[in-house]
């Protein structure tokens, strides 16, 4: 395992053909992440689902479409974030990612950040909130309130997927995205 290259075509490029954990072993394509290099926001999911895995691409499916719906509220242009998640490849049957499935994974997530060096970071559900807070964040403690990480403002909200599940929960992400987008104006 070598450091990953920095610029963003080069470690998607590396991204696609990475066999670091056994996740390489059963995905149909891995799922590097899209966005503009100059993007102002980062957005930070937990793994790729089907979908994904089928395209190649991140929040292609149901719970895209409702980050979609969320972004357009709040007024984000999707095409000017860069998508990304704590794993770029589907764990089987859309299982939670394993701790050295993350710690793995990791040092592309890290060399997104450097390539694009956002205003601001959100984190989207539970998994992404602990990989790059640290394992004592949680939801309950740290959704809708800004923190650091490395000098860049980072903010957990609830993953899409979980609006599914209770849509009252919209409200409150679309809430939390505006604020990113304040953030992203401001700097
Ligand atoms: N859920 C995620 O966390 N990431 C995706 O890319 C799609 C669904």
Same mark, same amino acid.
């Given at each position: 395992?070598?450091?990953p290259?920095?610029?963003?075509?080069?470690?998607?490029?590396?991204?696609r053909?990475c066999?670091?954990?056994?996740?390489?072993?059963? #995905?149909?394509? /891995?799922?590097?992440?899209? %966005?503009p290099?100059?993007a102002?926001?980062? !957005?930070?999911?937990? @793994?790729?689902g089907?979908?994904?895995?089928?395209?190649g691409r991140?929040?292609?499916?149901l719970a895209?479409?409702?980050?979609?719906?969320a972004?357009?509220?709040?007024?984000?242009?999707?095409?000017?974030?860069f998508i990304?998640?704590?794993?770029?490849?589907?764990p089987?049957?859309n299982r939670?990612p394993?701790?050295?499935e993350?710690a793995?994974?990791?040092?592309?997530?890290?060399a997104?950040?450097a390539a694009? #060096?956002?205003s /601001?970071?959100v984190?989207? %559900?539970?998994?992404?909130a602990?990989?790059v !807070?640290?394992?004592s @964040?949680?939801l309950?403690?740290?959704r809708?309130?800004w923190?650091d990480?490395g000098g860049?403002?980072?903010?957990?909200?609830?993953?899409?997927?979980?609006?599914?599940?209770n849509?009252?929960l919209?409200?409150?992400?679309?809430?939390?995205?505006?604020?990113?987008?304040?953030?992203?104006?401001?700097?």
């Amino acid at each position: 395992m070598s450091s990953p290259p920095t610029g963003l075509p080069a470690l998607a490029a590396k991204i696609r053909r990475c066999t670091w954990c056994d996740l390489s072993g059963s #995905r149909t394509h /891995a799922v590097p992440g899209e %966005g503009p290099r100059n993007a102002r926001l980062v !957005l930070v999911g937990e @793994a790729p689902g089907r979908n994904e895995d089928a395209e190649g691409r991140p929040f292609v499916g149901l719970a895209g479409r409702v980050l979609d719906e969320a972004l357009a509220r709040a007024g984000i242009s999707r095409t000017r974030t860069f998508i990304t998640n704590t794993v770029k490849c589907r764990p089987p049957g859309n299982r939670r990612p394993r701790a050295k499935e993350l710690a793995a994974c990791r040092p592309y997530l890290l060399a997104q950040f450097a390539a694009v #060096r956002p205003s /601001a970071i959100v984190t989207l %559900g539970q998994s992404a909130a602990k990989d790059v !807070l640290g394992p004592s @964040a949680s939801l309950a403690t740290t959704r809708g309130r800004w923190t650091d990480f490395g000098g860049t403002p980072v903010l957990a909200t609830y993953h899409p997927a979980a609006i599914l599940y209770n849509r009252r929960l919209f409200r409150i992400l679309v809430a939390d995205l505006r604020k990113a987008r304040q953030r992203m104006e401001a700097g």
